[in-house]
């Protein structure tokens, strides 16, 4: 019985004979022999380590081995002809930190680092040459040669845990997914509005009071109402120290975040001395951004600064710490009569001066104890602090800017490196918004065309954005980086020669089911039916068209029915319904669903008087009529249109004089991002398309979830074969509201006509 079971496992080894290399990040240069062949690993496999300091690279691959192969490498100081992986350090010419080159031929393995960590890189390029899934005592190992070094610097990933508390075990298992990628930094967000993270022994009330918030939004912001669940938790300084070595060990800085001059709730509830108004505050419960931040003319609130810097420095040997800088309303500053007296005698020219001056100060005293400052890109606004590092977030213009002016950058634009935001078209589980595919994050270039090569060399790398409004747990964080985070690893570690998106979706299949074994969830978006909605020749209804990547045969049937029939063609849709497309992929099914609201107006000829904005145009006019109601805000930019300043003015051919009696628009509405719902909508019509007649007007918004809304005008039933719909923008946005004095945007998704 027990000899079955041992050859069960050894199967998967024996039959694995010739491996493809399959390392991602993809190194730099792998040569493999012509007839391929294979060192075997196994439990008798010693390992030696000819240099000093390569203890943390021995316990992290017998970490690893024992922990997904079920067993270890004996350590040995005299090592035997055969069988042996050598490890040793020796400095290479001509080669950058963390440059390594890996041997693996009959004898065993060789593994040269120029540095402690580039021994350390080898070791994880090793153990992406090893079978998965794993449990097997024999591992082949591909013989080949490969040189490897990073492209940047500055390879990083960021946590937010101010919106959400992750315990320690997850963030070693978080610092772990950055070795396994060979990343370099640990961006840790530890304080925000909704929750400060660390102990800080000086001020404890910013654990025992910061660290809580009394309840949590529920769904998408604005929310649909509280769950008032008490939420919390921060890391003691022990748990810190334990964590800055973890990552040591792993070759990973951690940077630590503590915001200002904005997004301190947390911090002004624990200490209402350091507002402007003195409070009271709350640790806040809801998301966005809030006008309450630290008072920036009182000499205590930089005092208390000061001392909680100097905590986090003693605990951080890390050269940079993040001072934020990022979305600080100055709506306080502008009334306080002590940041206000600060501007006259510093002679300030406004208040975004004052937020440079306190940049500025905060950063003299960070550089006195020999460290440097990053801030996000509104460090820019009012002159930069000297010696202050930007992350560019807002696109790449702040990045560019701040290399022009010589200072260093690490890029982390939105639309590129924000893992917020969602990976597929058919997300189901609430996020932030916007889309940010796999492919698009692996063909993101750092370093932007712009720069001359003297202000190339100041852009560091780029880094992974994790802001977890909407990532409540463990899963969903993982869900989130997977697989985009392996993505960014080859942006940021492979030359730009040997990155290849093709070579890169070969080995995404393997790297799934790495996933798989480290217990790691990640996001299937990549597998999923593509889907479009097409107008009709004949405008008898639409066409729904579905592809996938992988030359599969395709099914469709609509729910509620049972046949389904082989997919050749886009599907003629012509009344409501829930239509579903699948295909069969590694004995897995892969499905897509998509909602059809029908009403008169669908898949009509339609016209738009005025363009919408170019990065929100979706498939543009048809857009409107394709049937598909937008439920998901933002989160669905390919289903609206968006107009800033302008109106949106439609004219709906329906083909044939038809009754009608009531016109619904779908629209947005989150004043914080400057959408504005249409200030009415107006109804016309006309027989010939030429001569219109006003119905009726509207002004009623109705939320329905979260920002999406609708304005519905009802009118006398009328019969007519063309309707003209206006949708009037708000126009310029006013006084006392987010973006005031700027045009505001209007954002359409579809047109009902009943
Ligand atoms: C940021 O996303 N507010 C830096
Ligand atoms: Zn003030």
């Excluded at 399959?22 to 240099?51: C, W």
């Excluded at 101010?162 to 997914?177: E, M, Q, S």
């Excluded at 530890?190 to 769904?219: C, F, H, M, S, V």
């Excluded at 560019?400 to 990976?423: E, K, L």
């Amino acid at each position: 019985m027990k000899k079955l079971f041992l050859a069960c496992l050894l199967i998967p080894a024996l039959i694995v004979q010739s491996q493809e290399i399959n390392i991602i990040p993809e190194p730099v240069s792998v040569r493999q022999p012509r007839i391929h062949a294979s060192f075997y690993l196994n439990v008798g496999t010693q390992i030696i380590s000819e240099s000093s300091g390569l203890e943390n690279s021995i316990s992290y691959l017998n970490d690893y081995l024992y922990r997904f192969y079920h067993f270890k490498l004996t350590p040995t100081s005299i090592a035997s002809r055969n069988n042996v992986i050598h490890l040793n350090v020796k400095q290479m010419i001509n080669t950058v930190p963390g440059a390594y080159i890996m041997s693996v031929r009959e004898d065993g393995i060789t593994i040269t680092g120029n540095s402690p960590d580039g021994v350390f890189y080898g070791i994880q390029s090793l153990l992406q040459m090893l079978p998965v899934p794993g449990a097997a005592y024999r591992l082949p190992v591909a013989y080949c040669e490969i040189i490897d070094y990073p492209r940047f610097p500055y390879r990083g990933m960021h946590l937010d845990c101010g919106r959400h508390f992750f315990n320690v075990d997850f963030i070693k298992k978080y610092i772990d997914f950055i070795a396994l990628h060979k990343m370099n930094y640990f961006h840790w967000h530890l304080t925000d509005d909704q929750g400060w993270r660390i102990e800080i022994k000086k001020y404890p009330r910013l654990t025992q009071i910061g660290a809580w918030r009394n309840g949590t939004i529920i769904g998408r912001y604005p929310g649909n109402g509280n769950d008032s669940i008490h939420y919390g938790g921060y890391y003691t300084q022990e748990q810190i120290k334990e964590i800055v070595k973890y990552a040591a060990d792993r070759y990973i800085t951690v940077i630590p975040e503590i915001e200002m001059p904005g997004h301190a709730s947390a911090a002004l509830a624990s200490y209402p001395f350091l507002g402007c108004t003195k409070g009271p505050y709350q640790v806040q419960q809801t998301w966005g951004v809030f006008d309450d931040v630290f008072c920036a003319g009182n000499d205590s609130t930089y005092k208390f600064l000061d001392d909680v810097l100097d905590e986090v420095m003693a605990l951080f040997p890390s050269k940079y710490i993040h001072i934020g800088g990022d979305e600080c309303p100055k709506t306080r500053w502008k009334t306080c009569p002590i940041c206000q007296k600060r501007i006259r005698t510093e002679k300030l020219r406004d208040e975004h001066a004052l937020q440079s001056y306190f940049i500025h100060r905060i950063e003299k005293y960070v550089n006195s104890k020999g460290r440097m400052i990053i801030g996000w890109d509104e460090i820019l606004e009012g002159g930069l602090a000297p010696n202050a590092t930007v992350m560019s977030w807002r696109g790449e213009q702040g990045g560019i800017d701040a290399a022009r002016q010589n200072h260093d950058v690490i890029m982390t634009p939105g639309d590129w490196c924000y893992f917020d935001h969602s990976q597929s078209e058919h997300e189901d589980s609430i996020t932030i918004g916007g889309y940010l595919p796999l492919n698009k994050v692996y063909n993101y270039e750092p370093v932007p065309d712009s720069l001359i090569p003297d202000q190339a060399k100041h852009i560091l790398g780029a880094q992974g954005n994790v802001w977890t409004e909407y990532m409540s747990n463990d899963r969903k964080v993982e869900y989130m980086i997977f697989p985009r985070m392996s993505a960014l690893s080859e942006v940021l570690w492979s030359s730009k020669r040997t990155r290849n998106w093709d070579n890169f979706e070969k080995k995404l299949l393997i790297q799934f089911k790495r996933y798989d074994l480290w217990n790691a969830n990640y996001s299937r978006a990549y597998f999923e039916l593509k889907t479009s909605v097409l107008p009709s020749k004949n405008y008898n209804g639409v066409l729904w068209k579905i592809e996938n990547k992988f030359n599969k045969r395709m099914f469709m049937k609509f729910a509620g029915i049972d046949s389904s029939w082989g997919y050749t063609e886009p599907q003629l849709i012509q009344k409501s319904c829930v239509a579903i497309g699948n295909f069969n992929l590694d004995n897995r099914v892969v499905e897509v669903s998509q909602v059809f609201h029908f009403n008169k107006a669908t898949g009509k000829k339609i016209t738009l008087t005025y363009e919408p904005y170019k990065n929100y145009y979706g498939d543009g006019a048809f857009t409107l009529v394709n049937g598909i109601q937008n439920d998901k805000g933002m989160a669905r930019p390919s289903e609206m249109l968006g107009f800033l300043g302008t109106d949106c003015e439609a004219v709906i051919d329906l083909g044939k004089p038809e009754s009608i009696s009531n016109v619904t628009v779908h629209t947005l509405k989150d004043i914080a991002s400057w959408i504005w719902p249409p200030k009415y909508v107006e109804v016309f019509s006309s027989p010939d398309g030429l001569n219109f007649t006003s119905l009726k007007k509207s002004e009623d918004f109705k939320t329905s979830n979260g920002m999406n809304g609708t304005i519905t005008v009802n009118f006398p039933l009328t019969n007519t074969r063309f309707v003209k719909v206006l949708a009037k923008n708000q126009g310029v946005i006013q006084a006392g509201n987010p973006g005031a004095g700027y045009d505001s945007w209007l954002f359409e998704d579809e047109i009902e006509v009943n």
